[in-house]
């Protein structure tokens, strides 16, 4: 990466953070109750290795494979790594070795294979439940109605910490939607909080509306594109060699 670059990864995390801190002060909210992570998908090794120098420890993946080798490149740097992509079921265990957040959990049975997974020597895995507040326009996360009954169920299995909930709206250039859409994951998680789960976190905004998520309460926010600048395009695979297992295929924004 040339020092250009860096140095233009290391302009925008800035940038990006002081409007946080000035959005959270004007929300009269501390700001470290906002956890800004990095949404690295695409990006390469240098540049989380920019954004790192310039302040970020906590950054967010969505394709296994990817955030394993870059880990690995990175293996020098005390970065807290969230994945927060969709997940297949077999990659599951890999999920729980190389990452000790995860947002995007949507089902029981994947809640199962990292309860059984997870080595309790690392401690437990932070889980979030992936709310789908678009319905029919998105397909991923769990129904709103669907959500206490999982949130139990999870509660229950070892070597997991539920700690929130997470969404992605259908993108709108309507605030008041989006505010809408957030609130509802808000009230759900205030709703586990009555039925005595110890949850707190919110995953809600990205570079577009993380201000929106920011004013209904978001403790974590997902920002890609105005840390790292546009995604470089994912190169496709040459035919027949490498990754059946459809990884890559599914991405947002
Ligand atoms: C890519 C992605 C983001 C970040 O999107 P930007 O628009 O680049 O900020 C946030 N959350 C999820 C789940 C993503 O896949």
């Not at 906002?34 to 240098?46: D, E, G, W, Y």
């Not at 990175?74 to 297949?88: N, R, V, Y």
């Not at 729980?96 to 949507?106: C, E, G, I, K, N």
Request: net charge positive; proline share 6%; with cysteine.
């Amino acid at each position: 990466m040339s020092e250009d670059a860096a140095a233009a990864i290391a302009a925008r995390v800035a940038a990006v953070r002081a409007q946080i801190a000035e959005a959270a002060a004007r929300l009269g909210r501390d700001p470290a109750t906002v956890t800004l992570v990095a949404v690295s998908k695409t990006q390469p090794a240098a540049a989380i290795r920019a954004a790192f120098a310039a302040g970020l420890r906590v950054f967010g993946e969505n394709y296994v494979q990817e955030a394993v080798a870059k880990q690995a490149e990175l293996a020098d740097l005390p970065i807290e790594w969230h994945f927060i992509g969709p997940i297949q079921r077999n990659k599951t265990r890999a999920i729980a070795a190389a990452f000790d957040w995860v947002h995007s959990l949507d089902r029981l049975e994947v809640a199962q294979r990292f309860a059984e997974q997870r080595d309790p020597a690392r401690g437990p895995l932070n889980v979030m439940v992936q709310v789908n507040v678009s319905g029919e326009a998105s397909k991923a996360g769990v129904a709103p109605e669907a959500v206490v009954a999982l949130a139990k169920a999870i509660a229950h299995l070892p070597q997991l910490n539920l700690v929130g909930l997470m969404t992605i709206p259908e993108p709108s250039a309507d605030p008041e939607l989006l505010a809408r859409r957030f609130r509802t994951v808000r009230e759900l998680r205030d709703t586990l909080q009555r039925e005595g789960l110890p949850v707190w976190a919110l995953s809600m905004g990205m570079s577009s509306d993380w201000s929106v998520a920011l004013a209904e309460g978001a403790t974590h926010l997902r920002i890609g594109s105005a840390l790292f600048g546009p995604r470089p395009r994912k190169t496709p695979r040459p035919k027949g060699g490498g990754d059946a297992s459809g990884e890559g295929a599914k991405t947002c924004g």
